[in-house]
């Protein structure tokens, strides 16, 4: 719980603790009982989040972003009884359906003829260990924690990569630095917010 | 337990769903069999989540909450129920959905006596996708890469002058490489190749083969 305390003040705007467990709630009452009301709540925290997403690197248009928008939030609704609140926090879960629709949709607009939905790469077994999910939850309001702490020019690439969507080729070649750069900046960020893993 | 994995730089681009559909669904076919790479891909996950949760939300109006409310009794489309009713075993689901059936009944194309290959379509057009199943004992020809390839073990093994590989080892390599893979003597070996340009053989006996070794993406 100090953790948070700390986090309030580094400028990062994620929800508090209890603001997370809200929107496992939700999601848990969509499961359950197909709540609107909880979907409406759910809606309008993070529809605004997902339109952002799609903007961001002004990869999608205004009309395939609203229509991302749509989208990600149906299947959130479709798919609420596959969420585990003991695996995942509400907020990993909606930016990973919001993440797998945007690369099918980038897929789409390129015309991919494939077999293949950003869903099919979820791995089949899940981490289930009750010790990784310990990990897991700290790692999430560790990085939460450190995210603040980054240079701007780690945390810039950082929103690159994961928020626009570019690879590091199309980072560096934005950002007019040498690839290697762009990998050795993503490489010392992961390192500082101390999500390596030892192998 | 895979010993080999892809670097951080190729698990943060496949968190960040920007690597190419091919790669990607090689990477994806590695987690299968690797726990730490779940575990570090999970918490790269975290990583996008505490990011976006960062965002400064754009606001959405009320109408198109209305839209999706009166979508929500819509029924899902189909590929959203995942069909797992084929008994592949230990293989992958991103290699099931490309396969329906099991590895003898893909269709194989001979390349040498110890050699054949089967090509996958994922749709990627810039990537061929093919499993090559190399007899126990038997070698590829020494080759270089045009371009990049990533190859995954999915049976058996195979080795070359930097190592031994087993069932779920990840192999990252790039045009400068040139090697000559022999499977392991005691069992035949199928591996996942993701290549984005042909292989080049660089031993007399095999040089010929070049022109004809054309990149089978898509």
Redesign the interface.
């Known amino acids: 719980m100090e953790e948070q305390d700390k986090s309030a003040n580094s400028g990062?705007?994620?929800?508090s603790g209890r603001r997370t467990d809200e929107w496992s709630e939700c999601l848990t009452l969509i499961a359950a009982s197909?709540d609107?009301a909880a979907?409406?709540r759910l809606?309008?925290h993070f529809?605004?989040?997902v339109?952002?997403?799609a903007?961001?690197g002004s990869s999608l248009s205004a009309t395939h972003a609203?229509e991302l928008?749509?989208e990600v939030?149906?299947?959130v609704?479709?798919?609420a009884r596959a969420f585990d609140p003991e695996k995942a926090?509400a907020?990993?879960w909606?930016?990973?359906i919001?993440?797998?629709c945007?690369?099918d949709m980038f897929?789409r607009l390129q015309k991919?003829?494939?077999?293949?939905?950003?869903?099919?790469?979820?791995?089949?077994?899940?981490?289930s260990e009750p010790f990784?999910m310990l990990?897991?939850r700290r790692?999430?309001d560790k990085?939460?924690e450190l995210?603040g702490t980054l240079p701007p020019d780690q945390a810039q690439i950082?929103?690159k990569?994961?928020?626009e969507?570019?690879?590091?080729a199309e980072a560096a070649a934005e950002l007019d630095l040498p690839l290697g750069t762009v990998?050795s900046r993503?490489?010392l960020a992961?390192q500082k917010?101390q999500?390596?893993?030892d192998? | 337990m895979a010993k080999f994995h892809p670097s951080v730089d190729l698990l943060t681009e496949y968190t960040a769903g920007i690597l190419p559909l091919a790669q990607s669904a090689c990477i994806s076919a590695h987690l299968n069999y690797c726990q730490q790479c779940q575990q570090q891909t999970a918490r790269l996950q975290d990583l996008g989540a505490v990011l976006f949760d960062g965002l400064t939300p754009v606001p959405v109006g009320d109408a198109m909450l209305d839209r999706v409310l009166a979508r929500l009794d819509e029924e899902p489309p189909l590929s959203y129920r995942r069909a797992d009713d084929l008994s592949l075993g230990r293989l992958p689901a991103v290699l099931q959905r490309l396969m329906r059936g099991d590895f003898s009944e893909l269709s194989w194309k001979k390349l040498t006596s110890s050699l054949a290959i089967s090509h996958l379509k994922t749709g990627d057009p810039g990537y061929e996708f093919a499993l090559y199943h190399i007899k126990a004992g038997g070698r590829i020809p020494e080759h270089t890469h045009r371009g990049s390839e990533m190859t995954l073990v999915l049976q058996g093994g195979f080795s070359d002058a930097e190592g031994s590989y087993h069932e779920g080892d990840f192999i990252y390599r790039d045009a400068s490489d040139t090697h000559a893979p022999t499977a392991l003597q005691s069992e035949d070996c199928i591996c996942l190749a993701v290549l984005d340009a042909p292989l080049r053989f660089t031993g007399w006996k095999y040089r010929w083969m070049n022109p004809f070794l054309q990149l089978k993406a898509g």
């Open positions: 990062w705007q994620a929800p197909e609107r979907f409406t809606f309008r529809a605004p989040l339109k952002a997403f903007l961001s609203d928008v749509q939030m149906l299947k609704w479709q798919k926090a907020s990993t909606v930016y990973t919001a993440r797998n945007r690369t897929r991919f003829d494939t077999p293949l939905a950003a869903d099919d790469f979820t791995p089949d077994q899940e981490p990784a990990q897991s790692s999430r990085i939460h995210m950082l929103a990569v994961y928020m969507g570019k690879s590091h990998k993503v490489r992961i917010l999500i390596q893993i192998r």
